[in-house]
């Protein structure tokens, strides 16, 4: 009878469990599998191992940009993406720089010049040329490659181009004179190419064939090197020159090359180099809203807490970041080379890019 009865628990058992699979299993299934579809920045132009995503910015109406090298100028509004290109009346498809100003106009800088968007129609602006610039010898770089521009807290908008720093005033273009080297990192004019405003409305300027830094101060040019300026005394780098990237919400400036990244308190320099988690090449440093500091560079993005550095790469194609925006959310998206879009929730990158040959 023992037996019996036991047989006849196990039948049943087994049955509860056949009809519970049978009923919820074939569902949970298949909703795990289930994969939310995004929408794609699509890239057309080009070999699909070349160009970046190279700059971001969200607007006042929340959209967001992102500008590639190749492929124009994209618009996400959170729904879908919508790409403008030369036919669309860029003056380039290789967009390097994108700022949003007072009034709400896009300016956008590319290897050709500067264009201007009102909403409606893309304008192109000419930057007049000095008349005792040196001219421009290379014949592929006849206009105003523009590398970075800021609106300053006057209201000023400076431009970092192929041909110099200029500024302006909503009426005139003036040239910024500086005191760089001789020879430019493309051509005899280049010198800057990265712009910052501190909080005290100092405008730092930096580029490639430099030592350390500039900083205007509205009346005269001060050039800080860095390898006098260290926190541990003199010492020759093997990269001089530094980007300005951010002023933290403690008020260190932050710059970056190739050998690592740079916190200047107003008095010394402290370096963050391989020693301390970093990698060399270190491209964009951004502040986020909690005060985490992530850092984009060749192999991948990091975090920065104050004490530590957090590595994330995993999700990312092609790892080399060559830009980090934060949007109004919070979340972090990452463009990086091969055209590469990636959102990071906090978890994991999810792709928002996708090559198309046409």
Same mark, same amino acid.
């Given at each position: 009878?023992?037996?019996?009865?036991?047989?006849?628990?196990?039948?049943?058992?087994?049955?509860?469990?056949?009809?519970?699979?049978?009923?919820?299993?074939?569902?949970?299934?298949?909703?795990?599998?289930?994969?939310?579809?995004?929408?794609?920045?699509?890239?057309?132009?080009?070999?699909?191992?070349?160009?970046?995503?190279?700059?971001?910015?969200?607007?006042?109406?929340?959209?967001?940009?992102?500008?590639?090298?190749?492929?124009?100028?994209?618009?996400?509004?959170?729904?879908?993406?919508?790409?403008?290109?030369?036919?669309?009346?860029?003056?380039?498809?290789?967009?390097?720089?994108?700022?949003?100003?007072?009034?709400?106009?896009?300016?956008?800088?590319?290897?050709?010049?500067?264009?201007?968007?009102?909403?409606?129609?893309?304008?192109?602006?000419?930057?007049?040329?000095?008349?005792?610039?040196?001219?421009?010898?290379?014949?592929?770089?006849?206009?105003?490659?523009?590398?970075?521009?800021?609106?300053?807290?006057?209201?000023?908008?400076?431009?970092?181009?192929?041909?110099?720093?200029?500024?302006?005033?909503?009426?005139?273009?003036?040239?910024?004179?500086?005191?760089?080297?001789?020879?430019?990192?493309?051509?005899?004019?280049?010198?800057?190419?990265?712009?910052?405003?501190?909080?005290?409305?100092?405008?730092?300027?930096?580029?490639?064939?430099?030592?350390?830094?500039?900083?205007?101060?509205?009346?005269?040019?001060?050039?800080?090197?860095?390898?006098?300026?260290?926190?541990?005394?003199?010492?020759?780098?093997?990269?001089?020159?530094?980007?300005?990237? %951010?002023? *933290? =919400?403690? /008020?260190? @400036?932050? #710059?970056?090359?190739?050998? $690592?990244?740079?916190?200047?308190? !107003? &008095?010394? +320099?402290?370096?963050?180099?391989?020693?301390?988690?970093?990698?060399?090449?270190?491209?964009?440093? %951004?502040? *986020? =809203?909690? /005060?985490? @500091?992530? #850092?984009?560079?060749?192999? $991948?993005?990091?975090?920065?807490? !104050? &004490?530590? +550095?957090?590595?994330?790469?995993?999700?990312?194609?092609?790892?080399?970041?060559?830009?980090?925006?934060?949007?109004?959310?919070?979340?972090?998206?990452?463009?990086?080379?091969?055209? $590469?879009?990636?959102?990071?929730? !906090? &978890?994991? +990158?999810?792709?928002?890019?996708?090559?198309?040959?046409?």
């Amino acid at each position: 009878m023992k037996k019996y009865f036991s047989s006849i628990q196990v039948f049943t058992f087994l049955t509860i469990v056949l009809f519970a699979t049978a009923c919820n299993g074939p569902v949970k299934k298949d909703f795990a599998k289930e994969k939310v579809q995004h929408p794609k920045l699509i890239k057309t132009i080009g070999n699909p191992r070349y160009g970046n995503v190279q700059c971001a910015l969200q607007d006042k109406a929340g959209n967001l940009w992102f500008g590639t090298t190749e492929n124009g100028l994209y618009k996400y509004d959170g729904k879908s993406f919508t790409q403008f290109l030369v036919a669309d009346g860029l003056n380039s498809n290789n967009v390097y720089s994108i700022l949003e100003d007072k009034e709400g106009n896009i300016w956008i800088g590319t290897e050709a010049g500067l264009c201007l968007y009102d909403g409606k129609t893309f304008a192109e602006i000419e930057i007049p040329l000095p008349k005792n610039l040196p001219p421009n010898k290379n014949p592929y770089y006849q206009n105003h490659w523009v590398y970075s521009m800021l609106q300053a807290k006057n209201g000023k908008l400076w431009f970092v181009t192929i041909d110099g720093v200029y500024i302006y005033d909503g009426k005139l273009f003036t040239h910024f004179p500086m005191n760089e080297v001789a020879n430019g990192f493309l051509t005899s004019n280049d010198k800057v190419e990265r712009i910052l405003e501190d909080n005290a409305g100092n405008i730092w300027l930096g580029g490639r064939t430099n030592e350390g830094v500039y900083r205007y101060d509205g009346k005269s040019i001060t050039n800080l090197k860095l390898k006098e300026l260290f926190q541990d005394g003199p010492k020759p780098k093997p990269h001089n020159w530094a980007w300005p990237q %951010l002023q *933290d =919400k403690n /008020g260190n @400036l932050w #710059f970056s090359n190739w050998g $690592g990244a740079y916190r200047y308190d !107003g &008095k010394i +320099f402290t370096s963050f180099t391989t020693k301390d988690g970093l990698p060399s090449e270190v491209t964009r440093i %951004l502040e *986020d =809203k909690k /005060g985490n @500091l992530w #850092f984009g560079a060749s192999d $991948g993005l990091r975090s920065y807490d !104050g &004490k530590t +550095f957090t590595y994330y790469k995993d999700g990312l194609i092609n790892p080399w970041i060559w830009e980090i925006l934060e949007d109004k959310t919070g979340n972090l998206w990452v463009g990086t080379r091969e055209t $590469g879009l990636y959102l990071y929730d !906090g &978890k994991t +990158f999810i792709t928002y890019s996708e090559y198309k040959h046409q």
